[in-house]
């Protein structure tokens, strides 16, 4: 719980804060997995719920670009054969919103392009609904790749109007079998840091 202390003659309130951080790695248990705890950690000592989603490990449709979800206005995608829309429904709900992903061939993962592709368009056509929540992303590589990584995860952020904190150097790690992360000491702290700056920023906009 965050206890917010507003000036006098206003009425203070408990505002309770959730960040839903999204795992784009096939591996459950890998490299960005640990990385995104890592994130989420820092925000559970402040008082923020966080909650982890292994979105690596769903069978997740492509957007088809039947612009349905303009039609509809309904802040869901017409494919219902997955997990999407509940996903969607944790993120209008959620405070914060975290994007991890693996490096495939110097970009995202293929389930978290997907994931992106349809979510961000089903936001953009109902009038920006994610408009002013804090979001951030996360790429993991073995050797190369992350930066590209991580300014794709930024991109969808900064067309659906989300507030994008920054650390002390770009999100991104380096490791290679499970666990190295671990051992990218330059890159915890990066990690720590964001999940500080994010807690911080998601106090300033509840104020």
Not at 13 to 26: H, I, T
Not at 72 to 82: A, E, H, L
Request: hydrophobic content about 40%; aromatic content about 8%.
């Amino acid at each position: 719980m965050i206890i917010l202390v507003f000036p006098e003659g206003r009425k203070g309130k408990v505002a309770k804060m959730k960040v839903v951080a999204f795992n784009g790695s096939p591996r459950k248990h890998g490299n960005t997995h640990i990385a995104l705890e890592i994130v989420l950690e820092e925000l559970g000592k402040e008082g923020i719920d966080t909650e982890l989603i292994e979105l690596g490990s769903e069978k997740i449709e492509h957007c088809n670009a039947c612009y349905s979800c303009q039609k509809n206005k309904d802040r869901r995608c017409i494919i219902d054969t997955d997990n999407v829309n509940d996903h969607i429904q944790k993120m209008i709900e959620a405070d914060g919103v975290i994007l991890g992903s693996p490096v495939y061939f110097g970009n995202v993962s293929g389930q978290m392009k997907s994931f992106i592709d349809r979510v961000g368009l089903v936001g953009r056509v109902n009038g920006d609904i994610f408009k002013r929540k804090v979001g951030a992303g996360v790429a993991i590589n073995r050797r190369a790749g992350s930066v590209a990584t991580f300014a794709d995860l930024n991109f969808f952020f900064l067309i659906g109007q989300w507030i994008v904190p920054g650390s002390s150097y770009w999100n991104v790690g380096t490791a290679a079998k499970p666990g190295d992360i671990k051992e990218d000491k330059e890159g915890v702290d990066i990690l720590q840091t964001l999940g500080k700056n994010m807690a911080w920023l998601l106090r300033k906009l509840a104020e």
